[in-house]
């Protein structure tokens, strides 16, 4: 059911706008690359663009096209497209990533939950019916790949810190998980360090420093094997080299190491050397990407407020004269309200008087983890945003992890309060309401549907960082 749901809201109208939205302009040219087998670099590690270049594989509406010409720039114009493209390919694997990140997080729900199905179906909504996730995961964008690997990783911590000892498996797991989050993108590293909790749990038994340490090896261990994974079949799917004579070739080329320009050119076989070649150049140009990014522009925002959903992006607007259609970024309010106040929640409860019952230290101990986790997930980019200019989907890993802080400070307040529990259904239900009217009110933004000015106008009475209605 979840998953059908998650269809439903992401699948409808996939191919509209028939216009590059946002970051697609770039991911429009990459895939193509990919798909001719051109070797390139990018401003984000290859994982998530090579997801995209997979989904455009499979679902392949443009093979009668002349698409060569997206391959030559590493930015296209929508009027640069070959009229009659399909943009489904493109985002096809976004949307399945984005249903199998709905079922992800029913299932840690239930988890964090204690097993109770219609209170993680009542969580779950959070995710599924939240505007500025579906606008994201309707795009061919990395932020659908960059959840699911995320998600997967909290599932393990919170199904490993039940185990009376976790397991190495569960190290190796969460390592892996959290490396091929990072291989989509690099802000994904900030939270590698909460997996320390599975060494910190192994801390026991007549030898503790040989139960940690192994677990420790094993979460560097496996982040270290996905980025060495995602790089060798990076290099193995493209081993041509830049095309010569055009904009993004000569842009790549000019990154291209001796090493990785032998195996290019058919001197070398594929090869860890080859690799690390490869890797070495790719990092190379993500840092000058990075020198060159600049620290502010009209779409940015500040990451104080990101969990009040302050950072709105319109990505399209089209007019008829009576309507417009816009195609915006903006978060569900009560979604995004729910997060923020699970967190300070948490945050409270955790100062309070421990529990004795085994569900109570399970609970505190991840709380205590989660927020760790957000607090550096926040004060780094807080720190990044005085280097390069940030927006509001950066934001997104922080939010699912304030949406698991909700269900543990929810699960917290009812186990201590036997008046909240007694309403556990009641207060469910008002907030799946408030969840779907803010959805359903921001659906037009989402859908790029017409509205006209005065429809525009109501949406903004919940802020007037929603929308600039024209």
Known sequence: MVAVLSALVLVPRLGQPAQPIWDEAYYLTSTQRYLERTAQFASHPPLGLMLIAAGALVVDGNRDLPTHRLAETKSVKGEDVSVGYSYWGLRAASVVFGILGAALFFRLALVLNGGRLGAAQAFANLYIFDNALAVQFRAGH????????????????????RRVKPRIADALAFGVLIGLAAMVRLNA?????????????AWRGPKPWRAAGARVLALVG???AAVAVVMTIHVAVAPLPPMRGEPAGARDTAFVSPTYRDFLEGKRSLSPAVVWAAGSDYRRFIAADFAGTPKADPNGSSPLGWPLSVGAINYRWDSDGRTTRYLQLVGNPAGWAIGLLGMLLAAGLVCLRRGLDDDAVLRRRLMLTLLAGWTMFMTAHLLLAQQRVLYLYHYFPGLLISWALAILAFEEA?????????????????????????????????????????????????????????
């Open 189 to 201: 590293v900030v939270l590698a360090p909460i997996g320390l909790l599975l060494p910190i749990l």
């Open 222 to 224: 496996g982040g270290l």
């Open 414 to 470: 009812c186990a201590r309060w036997p008046a909240v529990a007694r309403r556990r259904m009641p207060l469910l239900a008002a907030a799946t309401g408030a969840v779907l009217l803010g959805f359903l009110a921001y659906a037009p933004f989402t859908y790029h549907r017409p509205l006209t000015h005065a429809g525009c106008a109501v949406r903004t009475l919940l802020g007037p960082h929603v929308a600039d209605c024209r």
């Open 142 to 161: 990395l932020d659908a790949f960059q959840s699911v690997f995320l998600l997967a990783a909290l599932l393990v911590l919170a199904v490993a810190s």
